[in-house]
């Protein structure tokens, strides 16, 4: 096979943008091992790549996380084989395709117990629930936290993942069949954020006290509503826009609504070494081994289809996980 299929688009705008090329494939360079793909993840960064709230440099290809088999490694690599099951998540983006050559010190070897379509499900959205979970705010069993969109694809994880840590979660959601899939997903109480007041419930459901972190990925349509939940000293973990980017504030509101903490964080910066991933690889794949993370693979739709599943990400019409097959 001497050419592939992958996605590149031109300029930032509407799914229309993406066009399916067929490319030379790229042979991969010292330290860069090519990876021919099983399963490749949707996520919703994938949206801000392509209308730009993120920019990149174009042209640029799509998508950042892939699971499949090792095909060509690159001059110095020892870390894997020709054949190995792997998958990936991070730069450079490019997973929207049939191959992608990637750093080998950013594949992780894939373990019996997780299949590619699960590691393409849940890596990128797995990695993010374990540090926001452990790192970003260390939750304890007995607390109480607050996760918004609490069945799309990194809440039905992190969800699953607090209740099998002893937390309790309250979860909202945006529709009736969505709150009984964060049910599903371990949330003791849930929040149907359409219908407002969010702050008023989660008082009434913490005998006024609030919680002690917020997670919160809807970005502009839920942050201040989110500071109100906040016990004082509490902390705000803002890490998404899946409503739109967070608009300019002063940081006296933070002392107004209790001294409250903020943080923006993003995966990359908790995954920086090669250590830092594998720590956080493996208590997800050890999660998902014991099984207390069933991984919602949702949405399945094939490599041409990327464009409707931008558009069902988008419009709020999918849960859980979507994958592309090749
Ligand atoms: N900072 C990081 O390191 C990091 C890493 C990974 C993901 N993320 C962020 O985490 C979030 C979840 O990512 P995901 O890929 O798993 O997506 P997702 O949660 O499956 O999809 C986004 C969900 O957000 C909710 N939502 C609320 N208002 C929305 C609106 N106006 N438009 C669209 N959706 C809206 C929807 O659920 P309802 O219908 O229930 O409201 C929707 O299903 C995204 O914001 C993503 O950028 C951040």
């Known amino acids: 096979m001497s050419h592939h299929k992958s996605y590149r688009f031109q300029e930032p705008g509407d799914e229309s943008v993406l066009k399916l090329e067929t490319r030379p494939i790229p042979e991969p360079q010292a330290g860069e091992v090519r990876v021919r793909h099983t399963a490749i993840g ?11 709230l993120y920019p990149l440099p174009l042209p640029s290809g799509l998508g950042l996380e892939a699971a499949g088999v090792v095909d060509a490694v690159g001059e110095g690599v020892t870390s894997c084989l020709p054949g190995d099951r792997v998958a990936y998540c991070g730069g450079p983006p490019g997973a929207y395709g049939e191959t992608h050559v990637v750093a080998a010190d950013k ?10 379509e699960q590691a393409a499900a849940a890596l990128l959205k797995g990695l993010t629930a374990a540090y926001l979970l452990f790192e970003t705010f260390a939750v304890r069993a007995g607390q109480t936290i607050l996760w918004h969109a609490a069945a799309g694809g990194v809440g039905s994880i992190a969800c699953q993942w607090a209740k099998a840590l002893g937390v309790r979660v309250i979860g909202t959601a945006g529709s009736d069949e969505k709150l009984e899939l964060a049910r599903q997903n371990g949330c003791a109480e849930v929040i149907d954020y359409r219908q407002g007041n969010i702050a008023e419930r989660v008082r009434a459901l913490t005998s006024g006290q609030g919680v002690p972190v917020v997670y919160d990925s809807v970005g502009r349509a839920t942050f201040e509503a989110s500071l109100d939940c906040l016990s004082p000293r509490g902390l705000m973990v803002s890490f998404g826009n899946a409503s739109g980017a967070v608009p300019d504030f002063s940081p006296l509101l933070l002392a107004q609504k209790g001294s409250l903490f903020l943080t ?3 995966l990359g910066h908790y995954t920086s070494t090669r250590e830092e991933l594998e720590s956080l690889a493996s208590r997800l794949f050890d999660a998902i081994g014991a099984g207390d993370i069933r991984v919602p693979v949702n949405q399945r739709y094939s490599l041409d289809q990327a464009a409707q599943a931008h558009r069902d990400l988008a419009q709020r019409k999918t849960t859980g996980s979507s994958i592309l097959i090749p």
Do not use: C, K, Q
Not at 42 to 52: A, E, P, S
Not at 107 to 116: G, I, K, R
């Open 42 to 52: 949707v996520n919703f960064i994938d949206i801000y790549h392509r209308t730009g």
């Open 107 to 116: 594949l992780l070897a894939l373990p019996d117990a997780v299949s590619d």
């Open 264 to 266: 923006r964080p993003t």
